[in-house]
């Protein structure tokens, strides 16, 4: 008699629950997609959409009803097999690494213009995700202001462009530089913070320097933002269809070659690449350094540290200032890409991409976060239909790292120092 | 007697209405080894707090070699040669015994940021001395064999000696063991015991001790203070404690 009561209780639970969590998702829908706000002439008036709605309900009714069921038919199918890097050696390694970077280089001059001005972003986006790996992944300090120095680098080349008519070579390494400047004045006061609060500061700190951005009107041209900003010169000349300065060559003129549009675009994607590279190879460097040895014992446990006699504000500090430093470079280089650049393009959002990269590659792990920045970049330009569910497949994405990997995509294998017996 | 090389004088920590440090003072002698007794809760580990710099005494006068350090960071407290393992180990866990060595010889790398960058000959040389002077603690430990595990995997009284040889990769002069023989089995204490003494001996650094080990405290130290709710009760010879009417009381509470 014991076998149908209880099977009569778990209907009767999974009943309710599902009936809980029907009513939780008309409470969420209901004001997303129920109501629609739609123009009829000069007055803006609410339609309600109920059936969107009750079909949200009904499908989630359902599934809450029939988990139990689910979960025992799934009980007894394979684990997912969760993807493993295969064990290369060293001289395996270099062969692959070699040979992506040859790839890399050569295939935007068969590819089209949109996708290499694609890839041009994503390697923007390599590089401050590189950057952030450096203070989210080795370091262990959550920055959520990290588009602060991006910005603090893209207006860095605009202003010194604006007032003072430099180039883009001459500003970028001023452009890091005064990124790292703000990182370090920044880090001072906040790096006695820990966790939770240093986030909400650094998230605040972000904020303000694109209310600054806005306000400083006579200066930085408000919201309106700063335009006309040349791209970058190779070899110091213009990739322009006429002289840019009096009696001056252009690219095409000086190499003979007919005037093409996409010439810039490859330029740009290459020095992107380089750019990425070059973060790659710093940041790759580091973790192998005695400060990337810091790094993680102040992570692992600052007391121990401390008691070695390890300079906590100073370790921080580093990391703070080299990260804020590449985003610096990359705010330079997205100046130089888009021509304009304005507040728009540094929003908290922005922050919330770079910061997603890194987590979602596996914090620490370079190699999973350029996976992650390639991939954070490219889909959304393949998915341009889905763009008004964007927010809700990102967010999608995350619960499923989070229930499903959680360490990230790619998780860091930090190379560790062997001896031999 | 020549100078001491640590001196405490009156040192008192107020937590509150606690008073859980009150009126200590010893002197540690160059090459001496120094036990700090008493039961649970006597301060023991606030004094080690306060002289590693972890906590900021209320009051009272810490020395090293004549100079105050008192009010100084935990770090600064290393620098000067004042180091300490911790009563439940704390080793960077996830980081391979070998790298636990390598972090502590941090500061006494002076390799620039540039020549790690570029891996410069004179960084590699200084990689390869940090590795040397690494593998020769491990083998001084009889931890080679472990260099490549993770710190965390480590058996208990492999971590212990691990935490001692990262203490003494920073070459101190004052080394503080928080109940080192806590968890390890009689064969351990044994060798911990003689461990201490050829420390000290051959690296000629004063040690101070926190231990509930009668066996070993009184079988390696030269003085012994006791204490009880954070007042010192007795200081003297391991003889002359045996044999104090305070501290028998202390210890079996009152016949």
Not at chain 2, 94 to 111: F, G, P, Y
Not at chain 2, 167 to 180: A, G
Not at chain 2, 228 to 243: C, M, N, S, V, W
Request: with cysteine.
């Amino acid at each position: 008699m014991a076998a149908p009561t209880s099977s009569r209780d778990a209907l009767r639970s999974s009943l309710g629950s599902a009936l809980i969590a029907a009513v939780l998702t008309a409470l969420v829908t209901v004001p997303i997609f129920g109501l629609h706000l739609e123009r009829a002439g000069m007055r803006t008036v609410i339609v309600p959409q109920w059936s969107t709605v009750a079909w949200a309900c009904a499908l989630v009714f359902a599934v809450q009803l029939l988990r139990p069921w689910l979960a025992r038919a799934f009980a007894g199918m394979p684990r997912l097999q969760r993807p493993q890097l295969p064990a290369a050696t060293p001289r395996q390694r270099q062969g692959l690494l070699l040979a992506a970077l040859l790839i890399a280089v050569s295939w935007p001059f068969f590819a089209g213009r949109n996708a290499v001005d694609i890839a041009t972003l994503a390697m923007i986006y390599v590089m401050l995700g590189l950057g952030l790996n450096i203070v989210v992944g080795f370091a262990g300090l959550l920055d959520l202001g990290f588009v602060g120095f991006y910005a603090v680098g893209a207006y860095t080349y605009a202003l010194l462009f604006h007032w003072a008519g430099w180039s883009f070579w001459e500003a970028l390494p001023l452009a890091g530089a005064v990124a790292a400047c703000f990182g370090f004045v920044l880090g001072f006061p906040v790096l006695r913070l820990r966790g939770d609060y240093l986030a909400i500061v650094t998230l605040g700190f972000g904020e303000i320097i694109r209310l600054l951005l806005i306000n400083l009107t006579s200066f930085t041209g408000g919201p309106d933002g700063i335009s006309g900003i040349p791209k970058p010169t190779v070899l110091g000349l213009p990739l322009t269809r006429s002289p840019t300065t009096e009696g001056g060559t252009t690219f095409h003129q000086f190499f003979g070659l007919e005037f093409q549009s996409l010439h810039m675009v490859i330029a740009l994607y290459l020095m992107a690449l380089t750019l990425a590279l070059v973060t790659l190879w710093i940041s790759s460097r580091l973790i192998r350094m005695p400060i990337g040895r810091a790094w993680e014992a102040l992570r692992e446990d600052e007391i121990a540290s401390r008691s070695l006699g390890l300079h906590p504000m100073k370790i921080k500090l580093s990391a703070f200032t080299l990260g804020a430093m590449f985003a610096g470079l990359g705010g330079a280089f997205f100046a130089a890409r888009q021509g304009i650049v304005n507040p728009e393009s540094f929003t908290f959002i922005e922050s919330a991409l770079i910061l997603a990269i890194v987590v979602l590659g596996g914090m620490g792990s370079q190699l999973g976060v350029i996976v992650a920045a390639i991939v954070l970049t490219v889909l959304p330009e393949l998915a341009r239909e889905f763009s008004e569910y964007r927010m809700l497949i990102f967010g999608l994405v995350m619960i499923l790292m989070m229930v499903w990997r959680p360490q990230g995509l790619l998780p860091m294998q930090r190379p560790h120092l062997e001896v031999g017996p | 007697m020549t100078q001491a090389l640590l001196e405490v004088e009156a040192l008192s920590m107020r937590f509150g209405g606690l008073l859980a440090v009150d009126a200590v003072g010893f002197a540690l002698q160059p090459r001496e080894v120094f036990a700090i007794i008493g039961p649970n809760g006597a301060g023991k580990t606030t004094v080690f707090n306060c002289i590693s710099g972890f906590y900021q005494p209320s009051s009272g006068r810490i020395a090293l070699a004549g100079a105050s350090i008192a009010g100084l960071g935990s770090h600064q407290v290393a620098r000067r040669g004042v180091v300490r393992t911790f009563q439940n180990v704390r080793l960077f866990k996830a980081m391979t015994a070998l790298e636990n060595l390598l972090v502590a010889q941090h500061r006494q790398m002076r390799a620039s940021f540039l020549a790690g960058l570029f891996n410069t000959p004179g960084y590699r040389r200084a990689e390869q001395q940090a590795l040397d002077n690494a593998l020769h603690w491990l083998d001084y430990m009889g931890l080679r064999a472990y260099a490549n595990r993770p710190a965390g995997n480590l058996p208990y009284g492999h971590q212990r000696r691990l935490e001692i040889a990262r203490c003494m990769i920073t070459r101190p002069q004052v080394l503080m063991l928080d109940e080192p023989a806590a968890g390890l089995n009689p064969q351990e204490k044994k060798d911990l015991q003689r461990m201490i003494d050829a420390l000290r001996r051959e690296h000629d650094v004063a040690v101070l001790l926190i231990e509930h080990d009668m066996g070993l405290v009184m079988g390696v130290s030269e003085r012994i203070l006791v204490m009880e709710y954070g007042k010192p009760i007795a200081t003297g010879t391991p003889e002359a404690i045996r044999r104090d009417e305070r501290v028998i009381k202390a210890y079996l509470g009152e016949a």
